[in-house]
């Protein structure tokens, strides 16, 4: 039913790849041609009508966004992708961290809630330390109260796995966190297109999503960052717009979110994103759910007919997205029959190697669903596996 909302779907695609990125409706593409054709300027700068209009819609975007996921637009900070979000705070406890401070993530972490903290603990001296999942995807939650310490600085976790589609516990995980003083990075990248998130309900002190994941462009993100955890953080890059005043012997820094948007920002991707979540809005999340839901629940009775799939984790706990293999046939093979038969999918790592690792896999292949996706879709892709696997018999 809505795939009548994107163009792109007048091609026969079956498009099973959204967890990497999703497609963009067309109200979002109109709001980036008709800002560039009549409002686009630079902001916070000028003072003609345009870079007036300019500022006035880049600034209502952040306003958008904190509203999205419950929060002051103080505390939201646009960046380029959840990577770089991510990135931001890692940097900056590079610099505050010490020898004895410890970092826990989970073994599940796509690399880039994984390796920005691995970075940050070699740079500082500190311990990064992992949590295991169980076999059925979810959490170990006996391991992460074992690694927790008095010691933790940072609790780096997401919301939703981009491989397991497990959805996690993270308000219990906060509240221990927060037990031994240790702040909470929450990356909620998968998580944001399929549930309402709201910061206030979940209380983490940092949160990462990237716009092109969730109906938007690409080329923009958000952090999220509580008042308080925001300010202690150090500027992460140098430049115009971040700055109080500059003299030759010192620099001081605008207040936060300005003091992290060092240059010009992405202003049309800002806009865009909000008229994505503001799509998003219209149709609901209980509508998004209901309907993917239904799709997911015919592409998991789907692969549990055929013979040998492998899923990574237990298939009944995921949401959105599965991972899997078929014994005996690399997912790089089966990739090649279903590209032919123009079946999106991604294959790989999943930007998740330690979590492969701890499934004893190189690699596995996921599908995933964006609101757009039909059981016609599923139908489609079912019958592209069978033959792929026929052929590899
Ligand atoms: N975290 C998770 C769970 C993801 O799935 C991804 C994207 N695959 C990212 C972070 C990074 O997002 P981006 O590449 O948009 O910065």
Redesign the pocket.
């Known amino acids: 039913m809505l795939k009548k909302d994107f163009k792109i779907f007048e091609k026969d695609y079956v498009y099973l790849d959204s967890?990497?990125?999703a497609q963009k409706p067309q109200k979002v593409l109109d709001k980036l041609l008709s800002f560039y054709q009549s409002d686009y300027a630079n902001v916070h700068r000028g003072s003609c009508e345009l870079a007036l209009k300019a500022t006035k819609l880049y600034e209502e975007a952040r306003q958008t966004v904190a509203d999205f996921i419950r929060a002051d637009s103080k505390e939201i900070v646009f960046t380029?992708?959840?990577?770089?979000?991510?990135n931001l705070v890692a940097a900056s406890y590079a610099q505050t961290l010490k020898k004895g401070d410890e970092v826990l993530v989970c073994i599940a972490?796509?690399?880039?809630?994984f390796v920005p903290w691995q970075q940050a603990c070699i740079l500082s001296g500190a311990t990064f330390k992992t949590f295991n999942v169980l076999d059925d995807g979810r959490w170990d939650l006996n391991d992460f109260e074992k690694q927790l310490t008095k010691r933790t600085k940072v609790v780096a976790v997401?919301q939703?796995?981009?491989v397991l589609g497990v959805v996690n516990p993270v308000e219990k995980v906060v509240k221990l966190a927060h037990k031994v003083g240790a702040k909470v990075m929450l990356?909620v990248?998968?998580s944001i297109a399929h549930m309402s998130v709201d910061v206030k309900t979940l209380d983490c002190d940092y949160m990462?999503?990237?716009g092109?994941?969730i109906y938007g462009p690409?080329g923009i993100?958000v952090l999220y960052g509580k008042c308080k955890a925001l300010n202690e953080l150090k500027p992460y890059q140098f430049g115009g717009d971040m700055v109080d005043t500059v003299r030759v012997e010192k620099t001081t820094f605008a207040d936060v979110p300005a003091r992290f948007e060092a240059g010009t920002p992405p202003i049309a991707n800002a806009v865009g994103l909000a008229e994505a979540l503001k799509y998003v809005n219209k149709i609901g999340f209980a509508k998004i759910q209901k309907e993917e839901n239904g799709v997911f629940a015919t592409l998991i009775k789907g692969l549990k007919q055929i013979k040998n799939v492998e899923f990574l984790g237990n298939p009944d706990l995921k949401t959105g997205l599965v991972a899997f293999n078929v014994k005996g046939i690399h997912a790089d093979d089966l990739n090649l029959i279903l590209a032919k038969e123009n079946v999106c999918v991604r294959v790989g790592h999943?930007?998740?190697m330690p979590l492969h690792a701890r499934f004893g896999v190189k690699a596995s292949l996921r599908v995933s669903l964006g609101l757009y996706n039909d059981s016609k879709d599923i139908e489609k892709f079912l019958k592209a596996l069978k033959k792929a696997i026929g052929f590899f018999k």
């Open positions: 967890a990497a990125s380029k992708g959840a990577t770089e979000a991510i972490e796509h690399h880039a809630n997401a939703l796995s981009n990356d990248a998968q990462a999503f990237s092109h994941k690409n993100g999943h930007c998740a």
